[in-house]
């Protein structure tokens, strides 16, 4: 009898290490747990990648400011060309990007970021001549909200506009 104890004590433990594995209540869990964090994620991925385009049109706006003091300098004026600055800005997926005279073009002139995208804001530059030291004064300013309308110029070189705000 002890020996025909043992062989079905055996055969129950075999029986056991067949039977493992996931039941379905635990893999819903597992699912659920994995929807959620998901849920939680997502956005905050998304906005991360939003503040990650955004900068391609912070840094080009900087560098086309950049640009016009340059240019300034060595022609005594500014320019609606950007072309002409010689910095190889160009518009891409996000961003549209231009030149234009706030007052006149030989004063002030703002370089403008337009995106072309709802979800990321503009960016706008002003390059200002100052005429008491003979040196220029440059501002970067960000639309207060998102969308493809045009971000507008600054007021001056120490304020940007209602719509911006300055960085």
């Given at each position: 009898?002890?020996t025909?104890?043992?062989?079905?004590?055996?055969?129950?433990?075999?029986?056991?290490?067949?039977?493992?594995?996931?039941?379905?209540?635990?893999?819903?869990?597992?699912?659920?747990?994995?929807?959620?964090?998901?849920?939680?994620?997502?956005?905050?991925?998304?906005?991360?990648?939003?503040?990650?385009?955004?900068?391609?049109?912070?840094?080009?706006?900087?560098?086309?400011?950049?640009?016009q003091q340059?240019?300034?300098?060595?022609?005594?004026?500014?320019?609606?060309?950007?072309?002409?600055?010689?910095?190889?800005?160009?518009?891409?997926?996000?961003?549209?990007?231009?030149?234009?005279?706030?007052?006149?073009?030989?004063?002030?002139?703002?370089?403008?970021?337009?995106?072309?995208?709802?979800?990321?804001?503009?960016?706008?530059?002003?390059?200002?001549?100052?005429?008491?030291?003979?040196?220029?004064?440059?501002?970067?300013?960000?639309?207060?909200?998102?969308?493809?309308?045009?971000?507008?110029?600054?007021?001056?070189?120490?304020?940007?506009?209602?719509?911006?705000?300055?960085?």
């Amino acid at each position: 009898m002890k020996t025909e104890l043992k062989v079905k004590f055996l055969q129950h433990l075999n029986q056991k290490k067949q039977d493992r594995g996931f039941t379905l209540i635990e893999l819903l869990v597992v699912i659920i747990i994995i929807g959620i964090l998901s849920a939680i994620a997502l956005p905050s991925f998304l906005s991360q990648v939003a503040k990650a385009r955004q900068s391609e049109g912070k840094a080009n706006v900087g560098s086309l400011n950049r640009a016009q003091q340059t240019y300034y300098f060595e022609k005594e004026t500014f320019t609606n060309d950007i072309n002409s600055l010689g910095i190889g800005i160009s518009t891409t997926n996000n961003y549209s990007y231009s030149a234009a005279a706030i007052t006149s073009i030989t004063d002030d002139v703002a370089n403008k970021a337009r995106s072309l995208n709802v979800d990321l804001k503009g960016y706008v530059g002003g390059v200002f001549k100052n005429t008491v030291a003979g040196t220029t004064k440059v501002i970067l300013c960000e639309a207060n909200s998102t969308g493809q309308s045009d971000p507008g110029v600054p007021d001056s070189s120490t304020y940007c506009s209602s719509t911006l705000s300055r960085l």
